[in-house]
């Protein structure tokens, strides 16, 4: 059974900073793709950042470039998201995924969620 498992998530003020994290379980991590996505009120759901955990290849979306970095533990099958420079846009739920990932829809697996709220 594959668990995706965030967590991270919280306030904070413009300008911080949060690390999210996913844990997975019951899935080969490393032959994948991983992402993050994000959904907020009254919006589509966003992808925000992937990575091929086979390769450690990275891909973010034009709205978090420079400021977001996914980085992965393959010995904790975890991933994270280094979020730097926070503005209030950027609140809403942040959910992990698994997947192919050849494309931004092509993840089969999702986690609960993680909330960040971001105060101006």
């Known amino acids: 059974q594959v668990q995706l498992v965030e967590s991270g998530g919280g306030s904070v003020q413009a300008g911080g900073s949060l690390r999210l994290s996913c844990a997975a379980s019951g899935y080969t991590f490393l032959r994948s793709a991983m992402g993050w996505f994000r959904r907020s009120p009254g919006m589509q759901r966003e992808g925000v950042a992937l990575i091929y955990t086979g390769t450690g290849s990275t891909l973010y979306a034009d709205s978090v470039k420079g400021r977001f970095t996914i980085s992965q533990d393959n010995a904790k099958n975890t991933v994270y998201l280094q979020m730097n420079s926070l503005k209030p846009e950027d609140t809403a739920m942040y959910y992990c995924?698994?997947?192919?990932?050849?494309?931004?829809?092509?993840?089969?697996?999702w986690g609960q969620g993680t909330r960040v709220t971001v105060s101006s």
């Open positions: 995924a698994a997947g192919r990932g050849r494309t931004w829809s092509d993840f089969e697996y």
